[in-house]
């Protein structure tokens, strides 16, 4: 009998929300997200650090977050930010495949880590796959506006 217990896993919890800043700002409660259709990444993980890892990763397509919010055809890059202040700037170009991940190979991130969701993409570095993502903003910068300086890329003490 305890070893039905995980047979059949129930959908995984999101209990925190994200706030999807475009045409207008809608926060989207934890329901809401896992509520969304759900899409598989199978990515690598790298970082000039050295840290290199692939799984395949179960998340709503990022654009998908605006279905509500609205994205305006002029946007150029998406600003992803962490509970933690980590924030990157990613090409919306970049970020065409990228999904807000809340499992990882089968398995809710929550269970093994203190966050519960990550922005991965296939064509992003491993340094911009944010942990713990709190709100997802599209941006339309002028070409001479330099994205990085909209990052706060940081290293964790
Ligand atoms: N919120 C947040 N996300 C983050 C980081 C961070 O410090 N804070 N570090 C980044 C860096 S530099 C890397 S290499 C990867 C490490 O992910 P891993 O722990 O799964 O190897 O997470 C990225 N995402
Ligand atoms: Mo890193």
């Known amino acids: 009998m ?25 926060s989207l409660s934890g329901p809401e997200l896992r509520g ?10 790298a970082c000039a650090s050295g840290t290199r890892h692939t799984a395949t990763w179960t998340g709503i397509p990022v654009f998908d977050l605006f279905a509500d919010a609205g994205l305006d055809d002029e946007t150029t890059h998406l600003v992803v930010e ?24 089968g398995t809710p991130i929550r269970e093994e880590h203190d966050y519960e969701t990550r922005f991965i993409a296939p064509d992003v570095d491993g340094s911009r796959t944010v942990k713990g993502v709190r709100a997802v903003e599209a941006r339309a910068l002028d070409p001479a506006t330099d994205p990085e300086s909209l990052e706060d890329i940081f290293k964790k003490p």
């Open 2 to 26: 305890h070893a039905q217990r995980h047979r059949s896993r129930p959908a995984t919890p999101l209990s925190e929300s994200i706030l999807v800043c475009g045409d207008s700002g809608v």
């Open 36 to 45: 969304l259709p759900a899409e598989d990444r199978t990515v690598t993980v």
């Open 82 to 105: 962490s509970a933690d202040g980590y924030r990157v700037c990613i090409d919306v170009y970049a970020a065409f495949d990228a999904v807000v991940a809340y499992a990882r190979d």
